[in-house]
């Protein structure tokens, strides 16, 4: 199959919807979670549409970017991969991984063994374990973070750049750290707040801290950091419980802050529409939405509203004037002008339980088109229909032999998507070529 390639990310005021493009890091282009390609099948099995599966060397809920003709993926082995014998924490490794687009072939590994005091496997890192960043690429670097272990970058072909630290704390809960980086200019852009209480920006080039925003208040924070432009100027979005806020990426001046409703955990990133920002998660279930382009303390003067929300871990995805989401089986959409629910539908399984651990979603949807793919954790998925009512379009099993949980978010690319459990790595497209690596 012959492939159209681009290796530009595009930022956007907007929601971006990017054509036949790479998806480097978290969520995509602008890490909006959009592509618009028709050639994305609707269906698929380990029958029908599956291109290749390839089995991972261990375990990791982070998820799969794709750039030119490879495909990144991080994962650890050596601990943590049996609740009932965990086994020696001081023998966990973390791995980078490079594998052929076409073929779903291993072309090289990078392992880092912990030398930190790693957090133990046990209570809800159970449920995510040691490689949940996504790892970041421009096309010809690609850059992970690998647990306490620090920021590592590598060439296209596996050569190590550089290594930078970023800390080697805990949250209080000890759950481990998940979120993922993102390049914005020659900077990439790091929330550190579970390992350092930090935001950090690094040069993608060397490896060297540009800056760092500290404060011991910064941890409980799992989001990847969102870029906008406002006015013409890059700006990063993050939040941490009790406060959002907007970053300058060259030198990490806050713009603007508000308080946050999001009292204890801040897991899913920050979507963005039309200057307006918006977030939602904690365990009590909160949202809110404010416009990101004011400076100083906002909380008064650009909150848009401000709910009790039921949410979760992922990330929501926009369409149109509607967001939509999933959470404990129950899968919603909600209108961007005030937050409340267009509809809450609880998504039919085909088998194990609905909702509580181990089978809680973490998987963010995306939007292809005007369709959104969504994943659950015991490998079922679905295809919906965007609009103010549900529509099921396709309700597809889990691949067979896979128990693996499937926690990562798909990535789209030129009329494949790509996935990833606990033991495989999937290419779904229309063209059916099954096969195994």
């Not at 291109?51 to 601990?79: E, F, H, I, N, Q």
């Not at 594998?99 to 392992?111: H, P, T």
């Not at 930078?164 to 998940?178: I, T």
């Not at 990490?252 to 307006?276: E, F, H, M, R, Y």
Request: net charge neutral; hydrophobic share 35%; proline share 5%.
């Amino acid at each position: 199959m012959t492939h159209i390639r681009h290796t530009a990310i595009i930022l956007a005021l907007t929601t971006a919807t990017v054509l036949a493009a790479d998806w480097q890091r978290f969520r995509g282009p602008s890490g909006s979670g959009h592509a618009d390609d028709a050639s994305i099948p609707v269906e698929w099995s380990s029958a029908k549409n599956l291109k290749w599966r390839t089995a991972l060397p261990g375990m990791g809920a982070s998820s799969p970017v794709v750039s030119g003709d490879r495909v990144y993926l991080t994962a650890y082995t050596g601990y943590g991969l049996d609740m009932a014998n965990p086994g020696d924490p001081k023998k966990l490794v973390r791995h980078l991984l490079a594998f052929d687009r076409e073929s779903g072939k291993e072309l090289w590994r990078a392992s880092v063994p912990s030398t930190a005091d790693e957090d133990r496997y046990q209570g809800f890192i159970t449920q995510h374990g040691y490689a949940s960043s996504t790892p970041v690429t421009d096309g010809q670097h690609v850059y992970a973070i690998l647990g306490k272990s620090g920021m590592y970058a590598y060439d296209k072909d596996g050569k190590k750049l550089w290594h930078a630290e970023l800390g080697q704390k805990s949250d209080p809960a000890r759950w481990g750290d998940g979120s993922s980086p993102i390049i914005v200019g020659d900077v990439i852009v790091v929330d550190a707040g579970v390992l350092g209480n930090h935001f950090v920006g690094i040069d993608k080039k060397t490896g060297k801290q540009r800056w760092s925003v500290k404060d011991p208040s910064y941890t409980n924070s799992w989001s990847t950091p969102t870029d906008v432009h406002v006015d013409g100027k890059p700006q990063v979005l993050v939040h941490v419980p009790f406060k959002v806020m907007g970053l300058d990426p060259a030198n990490g001046d806050i713009i603007w802050s508000a308080t946050s409703p999001l009292d204890d955990a801040s897991c899913g990133s920050i979507v963005t529409k039309n200057n307006v920002a918006f977030l939602m998660g904690s365990r009590a279930g909160h949202g809110m939405a404010v416009r990101y382009d004011g400076k100083g303390d906002v909380t008064e003067s650009h909150a848009v509203w401000n709910k009790r929300m039921r949410s979760g871990i992922c990330t929501p995805v926009i369409v149109g004037d509607r967001m939509y989401w999933s959470t404990g089986g129950i899968f919603q959409a909600a209108r961007l002008s005030d937050g409340e629910n267009v509809y809450k539908e609880r998504l039919p399984r085909l088998g194990g339980p609905t909702g509580g651990f181990p089978n809680a979603d973490y998987s963010s949807p995306v939007a292809v088109g005007n369709r959104i793919i969504q994943f659950t954790r015991n490998g079922e998925s679905y295809v919906i229909e965007a609009a103010d009512t549900f529509k099921l379009v396709a309700h597809n099993p889990a691949f067979d032999g896979d128990k693996g949980a499937f926690s990562s978010s798909p990535a789209v690319s030129d009329g494949e998507l790509f996935i990833r459990s606990d033991n495989y790595l999937y290419c779904i497209a229309a063209e059916n070529r099954s096969g195994e690596s």
